[in-house]
């Protein structure tokens, strides 16, 4: 039995329709325990790696021979690496370098998924296949493999990583987003825009993107962590961004190389991946609920 | 005389809504007799799912439970057990609901599932399964045996409505709950099921409570009818009184903007003004005044209580007090 | 003078024939009814008509052009003549829009920016009796049958010559059913408006339209004004469908025409009369195809038919 209280029954009484769409889902995922967790995480996140220049206690890339290899202290809360570099600080910096691949790669491949993947769901069959046909086989080379491949080609930096992330993220959200056009494009307001004589670009752009942007955003915040672990992965393997730029990848490589001596080194490059993809996952799956009041309901 | 089948008594039941407390049900009471057709009419807005929800004991969680009781072959329901209630589900009471392409698992053939219903018999499959066949047979589908192999999505919306009929009637319910079943359906196959339910009731001798907004169907199917609005009873009695001496100005209304009931053209339709009051908000007096035409000034200060306007017949309206001097 | 003139119009999906042939014509000022019960392919016509659904063959003649097949592109013209209502009151409005924005839609889509759309947003809402505070509203915020006044009003918005109303009166209740229909009619004599509607419906028919045609399987099998059809029907699916609407009557006469069994699959039409395999009154000769007779403007395809 469908849920008996009807959108009649509730008659929305007009006062809080202006309130931006924004704040309402910032305040229903605040409501939420995990969600709010996931809210802190992401904005310390997000505060470490906007001023991380202002934070940073010491130089991230400055060396101290004479301090190297230190434990945890309070002119060094991490401790140092083998070249006496603060690894609190490094650990800072390495957020913006986390940010700077994470929010472009993501951004920019629900962007073009969005794109392709309306064009797809929307247009005639043979553009849908072709299109289809493409995301398979790019989603079929694995991530790493790729990500090798391209190194290769044109060497390690910043670009190469947000290149490669994005290219394998862009059919994720191209299959997610023809499925919710396919669902859409014969619903009645959509052929009612048609009979009215709405240009493509209007439909797909006015009335089509807003249905199914929650959807995607959803995914995006839960793609974030991933990003950033595949950064800090192909740092690690030293096909990331290139020392002494920090990065929590490169922070982990250097822990590993000397995990015998100093293990709190690994577990400080660790922690912050870890913190981070939890927060972002919390966020994620919030926001899931909140945007799409169908799961909600069946809470 | 004997106890009524079903009985409900005053009850009331709030919505927690972010709203407010949303007022779904006010004290509600009627009775089913055994045997007998109650036909419950009302507009979108009128509580029917949420009555129906209420006698099953399936309320949603913010749902809370003011005050009232309902007994069910003397027994209290509200007191029963989850276990208890489980166990009358679908076997004392049954539901047809107004989409039988919802109510029909998809992907299982109408025989499994028509045999996974009688789980509560012991008696061996291959009886399970004629008897499956003698339901769909009384609903009047032909060649039962073949079409208990086939799914759902084989089945036109007629049918599929008459499989549920007979769904529901497998356990020989006494208390048959028709959500608006003919809702859905075109007109020829609408009547079809309402003669079919006419004979199967006559047959089974079950009591059902017929919940529609169509006058029509009412009229045609129950013996008494409840009219329902915005979560109040407003009229309730024989299936005559209620067509030929309707007591309550929306009772009155509503059937004279029954289209069915215009036989010439018109050139101005009856309306009835206005929209259902917001629930979440109290309300002083009756709960129609806001769009009655025959509007005194006692409907804004107090609910009007019920009185008999004739034989088994009360309405709920100031209007009918007419000994009181005001 | 004759607005819209369908002439032996034909639809099929892959191996599924919708429409098997539809005529009729709307004069100017005329409001036509069509009726028929799911699977008639009342909505693919509508749809077809306005160019939303694939008509393979046939005319469909608007002003004297005809504008079947046309693309999204060729049909743009003809959009500010012909408008079309949908079925569903709130699932036709496009969710993240307001009130303002959707019944303005049509200047925003046909470049009449320069317009306050305000001030039209306005006097549009105040045709169609809703208060102006509405427009900031969105969809979901709607009545059903406030939602359908939104759909009203946007699709009056240019003020066409043609209105196709696709069940103008579903998923709302008997109180304001009427509602509408009145506004309807009033905004027909207003603005003089031509109207298809289809509907399932009989008993509104009645109240709104000058002729009407009755649907079965892809195909008129009767046609006549209102009058006629109610009055002197002749066709025997005609005749079910009128005594088939229960009447809020617990004492009416039930001389009914209860048709057996089920309406056959669009993949396997009976051959000869396609009503024949639920006619009470078939006979050997149904066998054969029935032509379409005309007399007097009161059209039946049967080989026997009612008096």
Known sequence: MSDPITDKETKVKMSDHRQSEFLKIVGGVAKNPLGLIGLIIVGVFVFCALFADWIVPHDPVGMNIKDRLQGPSTTYFLGTDQLGRDTFSRLIMGSQVALKVALPAVFGAMFIGLTLGMIAGYGPRWLDNFLSLIFDTIRSFPTVMFALAVVALVGPSLQTVVFVVMATSIPIYGRVARTQTLALRNSEFILAERSMGASLFRILGIHMMPNIIGVLSVLAAMDIPTVIALEAGLSFLGLGVKPPTPSWGSLLKDGYALIRQTPWLIVAGGLPIIIATLGFTFLGETLRDVVDPRLRKNR | ?326 | MTLLSVSNLKTSYGKTTVLTGVSFHIDEGETYALVGESGSGKTTLIRAIAGLAPAQDGLILFQGKNIRGLSDRKMRPFRKDISLMFQDPVGSLSPRLTVGGLITEPYRIQGMNNRDLNAEAIRLLEMVGLPADMAGRYPFQLSGGQARRVGVARALALEPKLLLADEPTAGLDVSVQGELLNLLNDLRDQLGLSMLIITHNLNIVRHVSDRMGIMYLGQLVEEGTTEDVFHHSKHPYTRALLSASPKPDPHAKMDRIILQGDPPSLLKRPSGCEFRSRCPFAKDICKEKPEWNETHGHNVRCFIPLS
Not at chain 2, 60 to 86: D, T, V, Y
Not at chain 2, 154 to 163: A, P, V
Not at chain 2, 164 to 169: E, P, S
Request: with cysteine; net charge negative.
């Open chain 2, 1 to 326: 005389m004997t106890a009524p089948l079903l009985q409900i008594d005053g009850v009331t039941i709030d919505y927690n809504t972010k709203k407010g407390n949303l007022r779904a049900l006010r004290d509600i009471s009627f009775d089913v007799n055994k045997g007998e057709i109650v036909g419950i009419v009302g507009e979108s807005g009128c509580g029917k799912s949420t009555l129906i929800s209420t006698i099953l004991q399936l309320l949603p969680q913010n749902a809370e439970w003011k005050k009232g009781a309902i007994n069910f072959k003397g027994k209290n329901l509200i007191a029963c057990s989850e276990k208890e209630m489980r166990d009358m589900r679908g076997k004392d009471i049954s539901v047809i609901f107004q989409d039988p392409m919802q109510s029909l698992n998809p992907v299982i053939t109408i025989g499994r599932q028509m045999v996974d219903i009688q789980h509560r018999s012991t008696s061996p499959y291959v009886e399970k399964w004629q008897k499956a066949i003698d339901m769909l047979s009384m609903v009047g589908i032909a060649d039962a045996e073949t079409r208990l192999k086939q799914h759902p999505f084989e089945f036109s919306g007629g049918m599929l409505q008459r499989i549920a009929i007979a769904m529901a009637l497998m356990s020989r319910p006494d208390l048959l709950i028709a959500d608006e079943p003919t809702t859905a359906l075109d007109a020829t196959l609408e009547v079809e099921i309402i003669k079919r339910l006419k004979d199967l009731h006559k047959e089974m001798g079950c009591s059902i409570l017929f919940i529609s907004h169509h006058l029509g169907v009412i009229a045609e199917l129950c013996q008494r009818v409840v009219v329902m609005y915005a979560g109040s009873v407003v009229e309730f009695g024989s299936v005559d009184e209620i067509f030929f001496n309707p007591k309550h100005p929306y009772t009155r209304r509503l059937i004279e903007c029954d289209p069915g009931h215009i036989k010439e053209r018109a050139k101005r339709l009856p309306t009835i003004p206005g929209e259902i009051p917001d629930l979440t908000e109290a309300l002083e007096g009756c709960i129609f005044q806001e769009r009655c035409s025959e509007i005194i000034a006692k409907c804004k200060i107090s609910t009007p209580h019920f009185v008999s306007v004739g034989q088994n017949h009360q309405a709920a309206c100031w209007l009918n007090h007419n000994q009181e001097p005001e």
